[in-house]
């Protein structure tokens, strides 16, 4: 019998890698493609579903329903545009699905996934960094299987494969440390947001990329391995490692490392996630060790990189710290990519926020709901803005 799979975000950088990897491993003959979902580019999300024969395309954006149909005419393909559409399809009970939408957006939607059991890939960290707690008792409660797509929590999932957790003493983040990895402060004052697309290893959707170089993902996957692993926040670890090759490691109590290697293409933690339990071949490069010749390992700086520091600050606390710290980074990305704000304000903006709002935060407590996940990002938009605001104003 043909799998059930739906993909969320399938137009964006991990979405395009995992319809690639789902053509791969047979395409419309091995999966029945329940949903995919795009938002702006509604062309290819049409292709796309029509080369996965998907019963259902999902805009995200609602002004675009009819160039979808246009775009699907005469295929048989519903097609459907707009958040509840979204959530609707998010619903429609499926094997396997792929949560790819970038930012707090897709929260929503990996929720709703998690209510219909079978595996959720996670690539949006934001669903666990924002409201971890609730996305893990909603999974526990439908028996959904929570596999992550980050490539350096897909690394720590598969060096954990066997062990007993309680012999976990910690894990270690790698982190490529992005393009201004040696840079200096002075320096980075005045980096553009082209300069900071640019990503060394990876390549990525923009958003993810400007936060690798700021270090706000590698902050946020350490949110993300405190929520998948139950793990206390001096358990991870970060380190920079340039080459990207070595995905992440878990260190364990008899002093034993295991790291998971590969080259820096998402299809392999994708494949892994789709074909979990098991293993299947995949065509990715192979590793040729005599040509990489070595692996480098430096210490990360908080200093030059406040969002390590500030990561710090957010596993700390319980409630909802993540969802602040997030929809904070969000607007501060927004601000930069307009100008309105430099490349080393965002951590600014983004601390004065977390600090503004840590009691709502801390009064969540455990126990919150969507509802108010939701109210505290829109609250920290909103203060994000009058700073961005106050900030423009006073120079
Ligand atoms: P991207 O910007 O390339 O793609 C985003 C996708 O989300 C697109 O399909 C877009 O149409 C859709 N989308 C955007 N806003 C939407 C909205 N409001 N409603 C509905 N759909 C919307 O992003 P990406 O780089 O593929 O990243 C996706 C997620 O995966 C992010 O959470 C990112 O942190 C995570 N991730 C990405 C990579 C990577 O290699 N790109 C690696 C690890 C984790
Ligand atoms: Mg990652």
Partial sequence: MRRKVSVFGATGSVGRNTIAVLE????????????????????????????????LAVTGDPARLGELRAALEGSGIEAAAGPAALLAAASEPVDWTMSAIVGAAG?????RAAGHGGVLALANKESLVCAGELLRATCARHDTK?????????????????????AV???ILTASGGPFRDWTRERMATVTPAQARAHPNWSMGERISIDSATMFNK????????????LAPDQIEVIIHPQSIVHSMVGFNDGS?????GPSDMRGAIGFALNWPERRPLALDRLDFAALARLDFAAADPVRFPALRLARAVMREDGLSGAVFNAAKEAALDAFLIGAIGFLDMAILVEHVLDKLAPEAAQAGTGYDLEAVLDLDT?????????????SGGR
């Fill in 257 to 261: 490392i295991m790291a998971q290697l």
């Fill in 146 to 166: 929570l596999v992550p797509v980050d490539s350096e929590h897909s690394a720590i999932f598969q060096a954990l494969r066997g062990e007993e957790s309680r």
């Fill in 24 to 55: 791969e491993q047979g395409g419309a003959e091995a999966f029945e493609v329940v949903a995919l979902s795009g938002a702006g580019n509604v062309a290819l999300l049409a292709e796309q579903a029509r080369r996965l024969s998907a019963r």
């Fill in 219 to 230: 902050a946020m996957e350490m949110i993300e391995a405190r929520e998948l692993f139950d």
């Fill in 107 to 111: 929260l929503s939607v990996s929720l």
């Fill in 169 to 171: 003493e910690r894990v």
């Fill in 379 to 391: 609250t920290a938009r909103r203060m994000s803005g009058l700073w961005v605001a106050a900030y």
